[in-house]
């Protein structure tokens, strides 16, 4: 089923390529995320990467939307307990970024729009262990992204990134005295920085 998505997605961008003004590309590089809570500090920061297919949609000449289908892969790490060392938990996303983008004279472009995700899996790992962790955490994920593009030639290029995400990463109920579920306690968001290079085909 993963292999048939992925063909179906490789057939769309080049498609896409043969329409007027739309050009595909594929793109990779380097994740760095933390996860934020809303009342405790950040979980310590990780690297990750991305790597993935974009198309530059071309509306006017100071305007083009630039959709991505991308494998993400995000987590944080936490310190040591005792003797052992340091852990980390990787969550893996097939993402989905929809960018709107402005050019600022000859090389340079403005990107912004919102970034949906699905879990995949998530595996935590400490010590000599690893653990399947995805049910600890929501399938869905979205963000904003904020960046720039730089174009080094007419088909490579450079581009910067904050990915912002919302609050709602991690699972959470609250009980009352006898245990009895009383609410939801929805907390964590990601926030990674990105930066790769992109190659238009």
């Known amino acids: 089923m993963k292999k048939l998505c992925f063909l179906f997605v490789t057939m769309l961008f080049c498609h896409l390529s043969l329409l007027a003004q739309v050009n595909v590309g594929v793109k990779a590089g380097i994740n760095i995320n933390r996860i934020k809570y809303k009342k405790a500090d950040p979980e310590m920061a990780s690297i990750g990467f991305q790597a993935g297919l974009l198309a530059k949609i071309h509306v006017t000449d100071g305007f083009f939307v630039r959709p991505e289908v991308q494998y993400s892969r995000k987590g944080y790490r936490f310190p040591a307990i005792g003797s052992d ?58 963000g904003l992204d904020l960046g720039g593009a730089w174009q080094i030639t007419s088909s490579l290029g450079l581009e910067v990134r904050y990915n912002y995400g919302f609050y709602g990463l991690l699972k959470g109920v609250t009980t009352g005295q006898n245990g009895e579920i009383t609410g939801s306690n929805r907390d964590g968001a990601n926030r990674v920085i990105q930066a790769g290079l992109f190659y238009m085909l």
Request: glycine content about 10%.
């Open 85 to 142: 060392g340091q852990g980390n938990v990787r969550y893996h996303y097939v993402a989905v970024p929809i960018l709107a983008g402005i050019p600022v004279g000859s090389k340079f472009s403005f990107l912004i729009g919102p970034e949906f995700g699905y879990l995949v899996k998530a595996n935590s790992k400490f010590s000599t262990s690893t653990r399947d962790v995805t049910q600890n955490f929501e399938r869905f994920d979205w």
